[in-house]
């Protein structure tokens, strides 16, 4: 079945674009059929983004799985010490979409599709994932182990999930792996967690 962590190169195209507005701030992101909420900003994305806002992200962040770009484009806007940004997807449309969302809002990221972000050079001060529950529990534990290996020491993931999603068994897995696990938040459901390396 196709869905937003697949490449299915038999999908209909067709691009629109919404405005949305955040503490001010007014952007545009374009969309497509096989991206995550092409018709408007996921729920528990803005829940992340609004917790993030509220911790130090130091000077270079992994928006993972990043989409259509949304968390990545709106913190680089909005948090001055982020000096690097990079989003990483494996569904070259969302990444796509991502590049030219990067364009109409003005700014500046690495847009890189990748399977396994363990093989990037670099380390980063945090991580920012809204995970593919859809992809299921192997591939979303996957990726908090690769988030792991990409930090700094010291370093932060943030993750958002719904209590129905697994979040205790979220929480759970991150206790063995990061040296430190707080669940920041709840609302609505959602569980904000943070694991520092």
Partial sequence: MSHYYTNDLDLPSKISSFEYFYEGERFVFYTD???????????????????????SLGSSVLDLGCGYGVIGIILSRLSPTLRRLVMVDVNKRALKLAKENCRANKVEAEVIYSEDISTLEDKFSSVILNPPIRAGKQVVFALYDKAHEVLEKGGSLF????KKHG??????ELQNLFNEVR?????????????RK
């Avoid at 528990?44 to 911790?55: A, F, P, Q």
């Avoid at 993750?159 to 719904?162: E, S």
């Fill in 167 to 172: 979040a205790s068994s979220t929480e759970k």
């Fill in 159 to 162: 993750v958002v999930i719904q």
């Fill in 183 to 195: 669940v920041l938040d709840k609302v609505n459901g959602h569980w904000l967690i943070e694991a």
């Fill in 33 to 55: 059929y096989g991206v995550f909420s092409k018709a408007q900003v996921d729920y528990g994305t803005y829940l992340l983004i609004n917790e993030v806002r509220k911790h």
